[in-house]
């Protein structure tokens, strides 16, 4: 079982609509996760850390589900802006382990 | 500019060619790490260093490779002979030991193309 799978889409969105991304992850010694986004071409970067059952910024919302080892993402009111590949990574201590990412694309 | 620094941005070399690429971590992070990522997958982890220790390698990093950090400050990663499968994005990484919850900071990357 690979250590991190995720739907790797595309998903193609209007604007203004609500996405939401699952992960699931194998090690459940995994202790926080984290969200990053990464554009075409640039280098992922951070998005949003998750340490307890969830966390939540503007709108975004993650949740994590320990008991089914899966932990999601939820955007609200998509903008054009977010339109990026979206990565889970479980934090096992010593390196990260990253999926292969969620493509979504915001249609006006 | 107190980001994660790589160097070149890209390099084109010629199948068997050796290259070597630069990391500059964030100064005040003792972890730095190596990715590698291909289109359409996510960064696969390479090695990781603890100030100047290298203490985990990547089954994928094969005999070729080489990383060091010798002063436990920057880092260089080689690649001897050169294959085509080696053409991808290779990601350099920092963090701080006592602030791994707060994710890595990535470099803008180094692209290589072997032809």
């Known amino acids: 079982r690979k250590e991190v799978e995720q739907d790797p889409g595309p998903f193609n969105v209007p604007e203004g609509a609500t996405v939401a991304f699952n992960c699931t992850y194998s090690?459940?010694?995994?202790?926080?996760f984290f969200w990053y986004r990464q554009d075409c071409r640039k280098e992922p970067k951070l998005l949003m850390s998750v340490y307890s059952s969830g966390n939540e910024d503007g709108r975004f919302t993650a949740q994590l589900n320990r008991a089914s080892q899966y932990i999601s993402l939820l955007i609200r009111d998509s903008k054009l802006s977010d339109s990026a590949t979206y990565l889970c990574?479980?934090?096992?201590?010593?390196?990260?382990?990253f999926g292969t990412g969620t493509s979504l694309t915001v249609i006006p | 500019d107190t980001g994660v620094s790589q160097d070149p941005r890209h390099k084109i070399t010629k199948r068997g060619q050796n290259v070597t690429f630069r990391c500059d971590p964030i100064?005040?992070?003792?972890?730095l790490y190596w990715y590698r990522q291909t289109l359409g997958q996510g960064p696969e982890f390479l090695t990781y260093f603890q100030n100047e220790a290298q203490l985990e390698k990547s089954r994928l990093l094969s005999d070729r490779f080489s990383a060091e950090r010798p002063k436990g400050s920057f880092s260089t990663l080689e690649i001897q002979r050169t294959e085509q499968g080696d053409s991808a994005m290779y990601l350099c990484a920092s963090s701080s030991y006592r602030d791994t919850n707060y994710g890595y900071t990535f470099g803008s990357g180094t692209r290589l193309t072997v032809v």
């Open positions: 100064s005040e992070h003792n972890r």
């Open positions: 090690n459940s010694a995994s202790q926080s």
């Open positions: 990574v479980p934090n096992t201590g010593n390196q990260f382990y």
